[in-house]
């Protein structure tokens, strides 16, 4: 079985170190590339350049973890262009996010996230909280086959 895949659109190093520490201890250890702006999101899910980060790209991409609050392009931009998109309508996004707004939440789910997840702001609890999210949707979730693209 081929390696799954998290795109992670996350602007806060922070965040992204908690989160890639939070996958690198499961077991089954998805891969995981990580785009830091709407912009390089869309690039690495349409395929158009490389990510700047220079993240692994293995297997079936399963799972985006978005935030809402980027520069430039915001999370629920990407999110809108990702749902309005065939190659990518039916691909599980959990929106991951510090906003404490209802109104972000609802648009979210209105524009057709998956799930809406507030980021912890105790380490211990973002990283368990991650983990809980990866095997939900990597292990128990049966993802749709139209959803899961191979990523290159």
């Given at each position: 079985?081929?390696?799954?895949?998290?795109?992670?659109?996350?602007d806060?190093?922070?965040?992204?170190?908690?989160?890639?520490?939070?996958?690198?201890?499961?077991?089954?250890?998805?891969?995981?590339?990580?785009?830091?702006?709407?912009?390089?999101?869309?690039?690495?899910l349409?395929?158009?350049?490389?990510?700047?980060?220079?993240?692994?790209?293995?297997?079936?991409?399963?799972?985006?973890?978005?935030?809402?609050?980027?520069?430039?392009?915001?999370?629920?931009?990407?999110?809108?262009?990702?749902?309005?998109?065939?190659?990518?309508?039916?691909?599980?996004?959990?929106?991951?996010?510090?906003?404490?707004?209802?109104?972000?939440?609802?648009?979210?789910?209105r524009?057709?996230?998956n799930?809406?997840?507030?980021?912890?702001?105790?380490?211990?609890?973002?990283?368990?909280?991650?983990?809980?999210?990866?095997?939900?949707?990597?292990?128990?979730?049966?993802?749709?086959?139209?959803?899961?693209?191979?990523?290159?």
């Open positions: 079985m081929a390696q799954k895949t998290i795109l992670l659109v996350e806060d190093p922070n965040d992204e170190g908690l989160t890639v520490r939070a996958l690198a201890s499961d077991p089954d250890r998805p891969g995981v590339a990580v785009a830091r702006n709407g912009r390089e999101a869309l690039d690495f349409f395929r158009r350049t490389e990510t700047e980060s220079g993240a692994v790209r293995l297997g079936p991409l399963h799972l985006v973890l978005l935030d809402i609050g980027l520069p430039g392009m915001d999370g629920l931009e990407v999110l809108r262009r990702i749902r309005s998109h065939e190659k990518t309508r039916h691909l599980p996004v959990v929106v991951f996010t510090s906003s404490e707004s209802g109104k972000d939440w609802a648009e979210s789910y524009l057709g996230a799930s809406v997840v507030r980021k912890s702001p105790d380490a211990s609890q973002f990283e368990a909280d991650v983990r809980q999210l990866a095997g939900y949707w990597l292990t128990v979730n049966m993802p749709s086959p139209i959803g899961v693209r191979e990523a290159s």
